[in-house]
């Protein structure tokens, strides 16, 4: 039934710019038991066929002869309204119906799952990440898309009353975002100043993920908690299964290349990785073994720069790369995790990362071993090196160089070879510091994390212009 008077308010969290950090901690613990829910049967009515005007970019639901605009932004086509079409528990904000019109209308989880016209589906949290991606997001270590919220929320209608003033979006890519609040326990709330989509992946019985923006950031934020009670947007995404396998194809060039380094006449295996999804990049398919005064060998042995490519500090991995090669972005990784099948992730211990991604990059030997089963048998380290990345555990490192009190002293320390693959991205969080992505011998993922930018790294570099830092 509708929802008319605030005696029928279901007693769920309420995500104010207050407990948003308490919702992000529930997310974390609950990312766990985390799973997609599969999409509901929808009844007689759902199953209506629809019609998708391809010229004009528009669809009409048949169900109600309600038409929306629509998007396609990388692989997805998106409505670009927010779904108005009503369900036994749906509402309009405040129980006024020229808010369903102005925003559409808001429905708790279980409705929002079979709400979405025939053809069409309810997001899952990865379609919300990959969205947040192909708009130029990049994630922080709170989970967050940085940047996407920006692109994606409409030109007008993000307004906070309390200091008069209005938010004006860039809306680059026509999604449209409108800030048209929730149902939480205390009532409607959040009109103007944010905007709730329900995802259609679940934490458990009781909550799902949801992702949001507000007025006063310009970023996406992305896997918050809330009760299925709630009553949130929802954003239907064009459900073609043979778009999205063609899109999640990665295609490395499997012919292959080779590249000279006029510098030094060194030569290194290149490989294209990517899908229609993310693009293509073409990496270096070895880490960068270019001298420079302050770059290393790992335990200073010229051996191991033959077999692990050179270390180098941030300053010195940003001039490493030759002509027309550069070190990516942090964006850049994110789009190479994503071609090789990587599922986000988020852990406690993990600043974020993706799953999968490290067991398909990583090399086929190198990688130290994992003991033994119970059968005797040695468990590997070593990756599937799927897409021919070859992605090897040169460790990491320090150098420092002490001066003072009538003596100089340099050294250098060094760790993990064989056990953790390091590298620089061009990103970086403050003048001292920037982003970098491990490997683990004992982890299929790859994760992101930040550190000093003295301490020493692998180079990977990629070729084309730094549009995407």
Same mark, same amino acid.
């Given at each position: 039934?509708?929802?008319?008077?605030?005696?029928?308010?279901?007693?769920?969290?309420?995500?104010?710019?207050?407990?948003?950090?308490?919702?992000?901690?529930?997310?974390?613990?609950?990312?766990?038991?985390?799973?997609?829910?599969?999409?509901?049967?929808?009844?007689?009515?759902?199953?209506?066929?629809?019609?998708?005007?391809?010229?004009?970019?528009?669809?009409?639901?048949?169900?109600?002869?309600?038409?929306?605009?629509?998007?396609?932004?990388?692989?997805?086509?998106?409505?670009?309204?927010?779904?108005?079409?009503?369900?036994?528990?749906?509402?309009?904000?405040?129980?006024?119906?020229?808010?369903?019109?102005?925003?559409?209308?808001?429905?708790?989880?279980?409705?929002?799952?079979?709400?979405?016209?025939?053809?069409?589906?309810?997001?899952?949290?990865?379609?919300?990440?990959?969205?947040?991606?192909?708009?130029?997001?990049?994630?922080?270590?709170?989970?967050?898309?940085?940047?996407?919220?920006?692109?994606?929320? #409409?030109?007008?209608?993000?307004?906070? =009353?309390?200091?008069?003033?209005? !938010? %004006? @979006? /860039? *809306?680059?890519?026509?999604?449209?975002?409108?800030?048209?609040?929730?149902?939480?326990?205390?009532?409607?709330?959040?009109?103007?100043?944010?905007?709730?989509?329900?995802?259609?992946?679940?934490?458990?019985?009781?909550?799902?993920?949801?992702?949001?923006?507000?007025?006063?950031?310009?970023?996406?934020?992305?896997?918050?908690? #809330?009760?299925?009670?709630?009553?949130? =947007?929802?954003?239907?995404?064009? !459900? %073609? @299964? /043979? *778009?999205?396998?063609?899109?999640?194809?990665?295609?490395?060039?499997?012919?292959?290349?080779?590249?000279?380094?006029?510098?030094?006449?060194?030569?290194?295996?290149?490989?294209?990785?990517?899908?229609?999804?993310?693009?293509?990049?073409?990496?270096?398919?070895?880490?960068?073994?270019?001298?420079?005064?302050?770059?290393?060998?790992?335990?200073?042995?010229?051996?191991?720069?033959?077999?692990?490519?050179?270390?180098?500090?941030?300053?010195?991995?940003?001039?490493?790369?030759?002509?027309?090669?550069?070190?990516?972005?942090?964006?850049?990784?994110?789009?190479l995790a994503v071609a090789a099948g990587g599922k986000p992730l988020i852990g406690i211990s993990l600043l974020d990362g993706w799953a999968i991604a490290g067991k398909k990059l990583k090399s086929e030997n190198g990688w130290a071993g994992l003991g033994e089963d119970s059968d005797g048998n040695p468990l590997s380290g070593n990756g599937t090196n799927e897409f021919g990345f070859s992605a090897l555990p040169g460790g990491s490192g320090w150098h420092h160089k002490a001066?003072?009190?009538?003596?100089?002293?340099?050294?250098?320390?060094?760790?993990?070879?064989?056990?953790?693959?390091?590298?620089?991205?061009?990103?970086?969080?403050?003048?001292?510091?920037?982003?970098?992505?491990?490997?683990?011998?004992?982890?299929?993922?790859?994760?992101?994390?930040?550190?000093?930018?003295?301490?020493?790294?692998?180079?990977?570099?990629?070729?084309?212009?730094?549009?995407?830092?």
């Amino acid at each position: 039934m509708y929802i008319t008077s605030m005696t029928a308010a279901p007693k769920v969290h309420r995500p104010t710019a207050a407990t948003l950090l308490t919702l992000a901690a529930l997310a974390v613990i609950a990312a766990g038991c985390a799973k997609t829910a599969v999409r509901k049967d929808v009844d007689t009515v759902q199953t209506a066929t629809a019609i998708r005007d391809t010229v004009g970019g528009t669809f009409t639901d048949l169900r109600d002869g309600k038409a929306y605009r629509t998007v396609k932004i990388g692989s997805q086509t998106w409505m670009a309204e927010n779904l108005n079409f009503a369900t036994d528990s749906s509402a309009c904000y405040d129980n006024v119906e020229s808010n369903c019109q102005k925003y559409g209308r808001l429905y708790n989880w279980n409705d929002a799952m079979k709400a979405c016209p025939a053809g069409w589906r309810l997001p899952t949290d990865e379609d919300g990440d990959i969205l947040a991606l192909a708009v130029g997001g990049w994630r922080d270590e709170d989970g967050d898309w940085k940047i996407a919220g920006e692109k994606l929320k #409409s030109k007008n209608g993000w307004c906070n =009353s309390n200091y008069r003033s209005c !938010d %004006s @979006a /860039a *809306d680059e890519f026509g999604f449209s975002a409108l800030p048209a609040g929730g149902y939480h326990y205390s009532g409607f709330e959040g009109a103007g100043r944010y905007g709730f989509w329900w995802s259609a992946t679940d934490t458990d019985a009781h909550g799902a993920w949801y992702w949001s923006m507000n007025i006063y950031s310009y970023w996406v934020e992305g896997r918050n908690y #809330s009760y299925k009670a709630s009553l949130y =947007s929802v954003r239907c995404r064009q !459900d %073609s @299964a /043979a *778009d999205t396998a063609l899109a999640e194809q990665a295609i490395p060039d499997t012919a292959g290349w080779t590249v000279t380094d006029p510098r030094d006449g060194k030569t290194y295996r290149t490989v294209r990785i990517g899908n229609r999804r993310t693009g293509y990049l073409t990496w270096m398919a070895e880490n960068l073994n270019f001298e420079t005064g302050s770059s290393r060998c790992y335990g200073d042995d010229t051996s191991n720069c033959q077999k692990y490519g050179r270390l180098y500090n941030w300053t010195n991995a940003m001039k490493a790369c030759p002509a027309g090669w550069r070190v990516p972005s942090d964006e850049e990784w994110d789009k190479l995790a994503v071609a090789a099948g990587g599922k986000p992730l988020i852990g406690i211990s993990l600043l974020d990362g993706w799953a999968i991604a490290g067991k398909k990059l990583k090399s086929e030997n190198g990688w130290a071993g994992l003991g033994e089963d119970s059968d005797g048998n040695p468990l590997s380290g070593n990756g599937t090196n799927e897409f021919g990345f070859s992605a090897l555990p040169g460790g990491s490192g320090w150098h420092h160089k002490a001066c003072g009190c009538g003596r100089d002293k340099t050294w250098s320390h060094f760790s993990n070879a064989d056990s953790i693959g390091a590298w620089w991205s061009a990103t970086t969080s403050d003048f001292t510091a920037a982003a970098y992505r491990r490997m683990y011998y004992s982890h299929n993922s790859m994760d992101r994390s930040f550190n000093y930018k003295s301490a020493l790294y692998s180079v990977r570099c990629v070729w084309g212009p730094a549009d995407l830092r």
